[in-house]
């Protein structure tokens, strides 16, 4: 009897040394957050916006300088004036979004986003297209960037409880980067493909991936001030 006592005692200490349990804390962090249906909601819209994003951003400059034979200095200045853009439109969206929320912003520039790879279909290397569409295309670019960035990290601030914050943006950026990676390398594969239309087909996948990742967002509520 004591020896079978002795064993029990014996395996349920080896059991508890194999077998770590998760201290009650982390236990209800994963218990809220997979109850927080409005954050899981947002993090799908996330993903799905950076993979779509993704699927052709790092592709423009590669189109100018290999398809259009666009020279490098070019690319330079058109890349200065979205950077330029994204920083001075920062303002001004702040202070709509005070004003009218941040998910109708998300929402409206996001279909704006969403078109602006189709704007891509009818640029060549006329002069027109050099002096005026391409300066104007990036600075739309830009401009909206600037918008969807700020929207995104205001609604995630509502969202994300005050207690464990830290985590649930670690949560987000985590989602962001492993999405952003995933479209990269699925538009790099799907570039390679002659019948999917090239970098153009790859730009028309990419905004209706861009307007399907919208689709998320309808349901997720912004908490009110």
């Not at 909601?41 to 951003?57: E, K, P, T, V």
Request: glycine letters at 8%; proline letters at 4%; hydrophobic letters at 55%.
């Amino acid at each position: 009897m004591q020896l079978d006592v002795a064993k029990n005692k014996s395996y349920e200490i080896h059991e508890s040394i194999c077998l770590p349990q998760l201290p009650t804390s982390q236990k209800q962090l994963i218990s809220s957050i997979g109850q927080n249906t409005n954050f899981l909601i947002f993090l799908l819209y996330f993903g799905l916006w950076m993979l779509a994003i993704n699927l052709s951003a790092p592709f423009f400059n590669f189109y100018m300088l290999e398809t259009l034979d666009i020279d490098v200095s070019w690319v330079t200045i058109y890349s200065s004036l979205q950077a330029g853009a994204n920083l001075l439109m920062l303002i001004l969206w702040g202070k709509l979004a005070d004003k009218i929320g941040n998910r109708p912003i998300l929402i409206f520039v996001g279909i704006l986003v969403a078109v602006t790879p189709l704007l891509w279909l009818g640029i060549g290397v006329t002069s027109l297209d050099l002096w005026l569409w391409l300066p104007l295309l990036h600075i739309l670019s830009g401009g909206t960037g600037a918008a969807i960035d700020l929207s995104s990290n205001n609604i995630q601030l509502g969202i994300a409880p005050i207690k464990n914050q830290s985590i649930y943006f670690a949560i987000a950026a985590a989602v962001a980067g492993a999405s952003g990676a995933l479209g990269t390398t699925i538009g790099s594969f799907i570039v390679q493909f002659a019948e999917f239309g090239g970098l153009l087909g790859l730009f028309i996948l990419s905004s209706l991936f861009r307007l399907a990742a919208l689709i998320p967002l309808m349901f997720v509520q912004e908490p009110t001030r």
